[in-house]
Each structure stands twice: as C-alpha cells, then as structure tokens.
C-alpha cells in the first residue's frame, strides 16, 4: 500500500492514483492506474461531464517520464460513454494526454526540448525512440505553440524571442516568451527580421518603451529589429544559446574527428566519439557518471582536436562564473585569445562572433535571463 501511495506522490497524475504495478524490468517499469472515485468523465466531443450512458472502459499505453535509468509506462483506463448530444459512443478526454497520442503531454513537452538542441535521430536513441516518433510528438507540441497567441498582445518588461522549427524543411516560428512570467505571448511563422517586426507593431509605441531586456540568441535578424523598435531596450545574447553555440562547434568537432577515424578503422575511438557517447562531450563534468568521467578522460587522452576542444568548452563556461561583468569581460578577452591561436577552425570563426557579440554576452549579467523552454543538458 505504501509502495503504491509512494509511486503515485511522485508520479503526480492527476485525478489518477497507482492501482498496482504491472511489470518491472531493468529498463521498464508499466504501472496500472486508476481515477478517484469522484473523477467523472468528460466527454472528448462536447467537452461536458458524463454520469449516464456508460458504455465501456478500454486501456491505452502511453509512456511518461523517466525515473532513473528506467523507462515509465502508464497504462490508463479512458472510459466510454454514449454522449447525449451527439449519442455516439465518445471516449472521454484526459487533460495531461494527447488525444491520440501514446505519450503523456509533459513527455511531449519533454521530446520538444530535447529537438531543440539536438536532432531527432539522437533525441531518439537517447529516448529510446524512433526519429519518426520524435518527429511527430515534436511535431505535435509545436503545432499547439504556433496557436498560442494571446490578442491584443500583452505589454512585458522582459522578454525572451527564440525560433523553434514546426516543419521539415526550415519551416520556423518565431516565439516571443514573457520572461517574468514563463508564457509565450506571440507567435508569427518566419523567423527573420519582418517576423519580429510584426510582433513589435503589435506591441505599439508605449509598449515598446517600457521593454527593458530583449534576451535573444544573436541572431542579426532579430538584433535588427530589436534596435528598431525597442529602442530602450537591452539586449542580451542569453546564457543558453551561448553555450549551446560552443557545444554545436565542440560537436562538430567531434563528427570531424569520428570521420577521420573512420577512414583509418580508428575501432577504439570509433567507439569512444560515435553518437552514443555525444552526450558525454556537451554535459559538464561535475554533472559526468563515473563510467562518463573515464570515457571523456580516454577522448582527452587519444585525441587532441578533442582535448582542446574541450578544453575551450570549459573555459568559456567560467565566464559565466565570474564575479562581476569587469571580470566577465576580461575572461571573454582571455577565451577570444585561446580559441584564435587553437588549430580548431570552427572555434577561431566562433571567436569572432564572440567579439562581435560582447557587449550582448555582458548584457546577461545585467539581466540574468533564462529559457525555460529548452532541456539544458549542459547543466
């Protein structure tokens, strides 16, 4: 009983308790669960509660997210009802499911974090899933962001943009988040300068003038229209896209130097830098397994490209711990240096983009903006 209780406290379902757990192997547990007694169903067509016309109960699998090393699986029961309206049978709608997805929404939720800093084949191998699969759940919760647009568009003081891909192809949307708040408040598809500019139009001239941060991921087409319209405005090239700019370079690094030993039959550092280990490389270290420590040590150790690039990895990363902006900038000056005198090319581009971008790196240190829109695997 405890153990059920338990497992239900920490799932968090809602409505929902744990009526027993089905299986439990080293990668999987499936757990049964049950509504409260006072849990009615809603109609998935007319949106209204059903007490009469029960017709049956079916189970769907849907996976949820992790605990531990373990994949979770709910296995929910949605009830049937013959619907009053309509008198057709209607399964009823639980809010933290899609509608005919086999996920739970904060699982989907999760899948479109993921993509946004990586691509859909290592999402899915990290997950445990076909790309296809991360394709359409990723799909799916960003076909409900393109939607989201709250009219007339509200005033913020801070705000956060970013561009996320909807469709293959570069399909983008431009998302414009209230960063106080954590909510997307407009959205346009497109994601150069005239996307942004709609979205200041909409905002008007005083609401404009009361923007006091514009946290960005220094792409020139929104800097552009930023300059433009919110004129008081800082502008802050924010810590995550910082980062994840260094870990794509240290990455490419890696697919370079995994080529080159394919070439040769390189086995041992085939094995060391294929896809599977690509996380070890972009997390911190403080955050590394033991076994992760040894193989990122052995990387180090068998290949030098790699080392150096690491080694300019985490060197930028104490910019973000410096004291103060005086010290930030003198660590940003000192890390431009190392980067143009490596023999890493893409990291010597990047230094110039660094230089170009300093004042809006030092920006975040006058505005500690955060996304919270993407999984941060780097911390």
Request: with cysteine.
């Amino acid at each position: 009983m405890l153990c059920k209780y338990t497992i239900s406290k920490l799932l968090n379902i809602p409505e929902y308790k744990v009526e027993k757990i089905v299986s439990i192997t080293d990668k999987e547990i499936h757990i049964k669960l049950a509504p409260y007694k006072n849990n009615n169903a809603v109609c998935s067509e007319c949106g209204k509660i059903h007490t009469k016309g029960y017709h049956s109960t079916d189970i769907t699998i849907a996976e949820d997210l992790r605990m531990g090393e373990r994949r979770i699986f709910l296995h929910i029961p949605k009830r049937k009802y013959k619907c009053a309206e309509s008198a057709k049978i209607k399964t009823e709608a639980i809010s933290w499911i899609g509608k005919w997805e086999r996920v739970t929404k904060r699982f989907a939720h999760e899948v479109n974090r993921l993509t946004a800093i990586t691509t859909n084949k290592e999402a899915g191998w990290y997950l445990g899933l076909d790309d296809e699969k991360i394709y359409r759940i990723d799909k799916m919760i960003l076909d409900e962001l393109s939607k989201v647009k709250l009219e007339p568009t509200p005033g913020s003081v801070n705000i956060s943009v970013d561009e996320v891909s909807y469709r293959k192809y570069h399909r983008y949307l431009t998302n414009v988040i209230d960063a106080d708040e954590k909510i997307i408040t407009w959205n346009a598809k497109g994601r150069k300068a005239e996307a942004l500019d709609k979205y200041y139009e909409s905002l008007g001239r005083n609401k404009c003038s009361n923007l006091e941060s514009v946290a960005l991921d220094g792409a020139r087409t929104y800097i552009s229209s930023t300059k433009k319209y919110a004129v008081k405005a800082l502008i802050v090239l924010d810590r995550f896209h910082a980062v994840q700019k260094i870990n794509r370079a240290l990455d490419q690094v890696r697919k370079d130097e995994l080529k080159k030993a394919r070439n040769i039959k390189d086995a041992e550092f085939v094995e060391l830098a294929g896809c599977k280990q690509r996380f070890v490389l972009l997390k911190k270290r403080s955050n590394l397994t033991e076994r992760q420590a040894v193989t990122l040590k052995r990387l180090c150790e068998v290949n030098e490209p790699i080392y150096q690039a690491m080694l300019l990895k985490e060197s930028f990363l104490q910019i973000y711990e410096s004291a103060d902006i005086k010290q930030a900038e003198i660590q940003i000056k000192s890390w431009v240096k190392q980067a143009e005198e490596s023999s890493l090319k893409i990291f010597q581009e990047l230094a110039e983009s660094v230089k170009d971008k300093t004042e809006y790196i030092l920006n975040w240190f006058k505005k500690r903006i955060q996304k919270d829109l993407t999984t941060k695997l780097n911390d």
